[in-house]
């Protein structure tokens, strides 16, 4: 063997299956199966909570008659925390009316009682979180970071809808600790009502979808997590590495 030859020993590459970090600042859309989904759902749990929060039929009451001229047209009275559906005498008429009892004047003072002032609160806290973490969830398609690329969007937003979630639970509860007030009582349920007792009241549809959108919101907090890995997946990197500027990936 020569002593003079030389041998180049070259040193093995150590695989990474990342590519490195793209200087490119082009918008880029992402379509994944879980963010698809993800959005979908948070959709779905902002226009519950608006149907939900908007219609009376959270407490109805016993069927009773406005006038005996009306003894074949019996009316069930309901409430919700903001729209009241009932019978009233309008011009020599009785008139079946559905309206919001809840202006700017006693929205923070409310006339039956202090619990749903409370309840009203927690639900416009939720109901604003719930319909900007809808927002973001849809800029997640083109934007899936923040505040300089340190903070993940799907994070974030996830972030939300459970606090909208914990708002809507304490709205219930204070909604339904509001059924001990003496105008619930004589007007709807009757003496037997308490507190998170209904007395001889129902709880109507607008309640339980109401309990939905707190199951929804908890399950898009869980999802966001989902959509973040699929939206930054290997797979995505590497579209993006390449300059797409539409990326769709299951």
């Excluded at 004047?105 to 409310?110: A, G, L, P």
Aim: proline share 4%.
């Amino acid at each position: 063997m020569d002593p003079n030859q030389f041998y180049c020993i070259q040193p093995k590459l150590i695989r990474n299956d990342y590519p490195p970090p793209s200087n490119n600042k082009r918008l880029t859309c992402v379509f994944t199966f879980g963010t698809i989904i993800w959005i979908l759902l948070s959709f779905s749990t902002f226009l519950l909570a608006v149907c939900s929060v908007l219609h009376s039929t959270w407490l109805v009451g016993v069927k009773s008659y406005g006038n005996p001229a009306y003894q074949d047209t019996p009316y069930i009275p309901s409430i919700g925390p903001l729209v009241r559906c009932t019978r009233r005498y309008i011009y020599k008429n009785f008139e079946d009316t559905c309206v919001v009892y809840v202006n700017t004047s006693n929205f923070w003072k409310d006339q039956i009682s202090y619990f749903w002032t409370i309840s009203r609160l927690c639900l416009f806290l939720g109901f604003i979180l719930i319909f900007f973490a809808t927002f973001l969830s849809v800029t997640s398609i083109c934007a899936q970071t923040c505040c300089s690329g340190s903070k993940s969007l799907f994070t974030m937003t996830g972030v939300c809808q459970g606090f909208a979630g914990l708002f809507f639970i304490l709205g219930i509860t204070f909604f339904t600790a509001g059924w001990s007030s003496i105008q619930i009582r004589m007007q709807y349920c009757g003496e037997q009502a308490s507190y998170f007792l209904p007395g001889t009241c129902t709880l109507g549809w607008a309640f339980y979808s109401i309990l939905a959108t707190v199951v929804l919101c908890l399950v898009c907090a869980v999802t966001s997590v989902c959509a973040d890995k699929s939206a930054t997946s290997l797979a995505v990197l590497r579209e993006k590495q390449k300059g797409d500027m539409c990326i769709c990936s299951i």
